[in-house]
């Protein structure tokens, strides 16, 4: 048997190393529970948009979405919009419209004027504003990294 060079050595030492290091972050700081995963998911077009809507409504942790560039327009392509960026984009204008729209009906539901008899009572009020307050930050955590 060939003795190893000694960048062969330094190579295999620094493959331990950085896979000793991979799995002690990985059992320390990437914790989850055991029905959550997180998710890296790489698709591109029509046959890949069920997925990314069946992951999103998941309980699962998505950490990002890659997808390839998009292309010029072919003569058989019907649309130039990569379907992926428009179900993404589709996502984030759902949640941050979400936070006026609920903000509106939490203030109908509680109008006697416009509701009579049916008007919200009070633990219905605050489980509402308690979901405006979460959505709002959320849309705020999620704007305040682009600024």
Known sequence: MKPAS???TRGS?????????????????LRLPPSALRILMMGTGPFA??????????????????????????????SPVNPMRALFWSAVIN???????????????SN????????????????GWATVALMAAAAGAMVVPLL
């Open 6 to 8: 000694l960048e062969e």
């Open 13 to 29: 030492e620094l493959s331990e190393s950085f896979a000793e290091r991979f799995e002690n972050l990985a059992m320390s700081e």
């Open 112 to 127: 006697r004027k416009v509701m009579g008899d049916f008007t919200a009572r009070a633990p219905i009020r605050w489980l």
């Open 49 to 78: 948009v069920p997925t990314f809507r069946a992951l999103l409504d998941s309980q699962h942790d998505i950490l990002s979405l890659v997808t390839r560039p998009d292309r010029l327009q072919h003569r058989r392509e019907k």
């Open 95 to 109: 949640g941050v419209v979400a936070v006026p729209l609920l903000v509106v009906v939490i203030l109908l539901v």
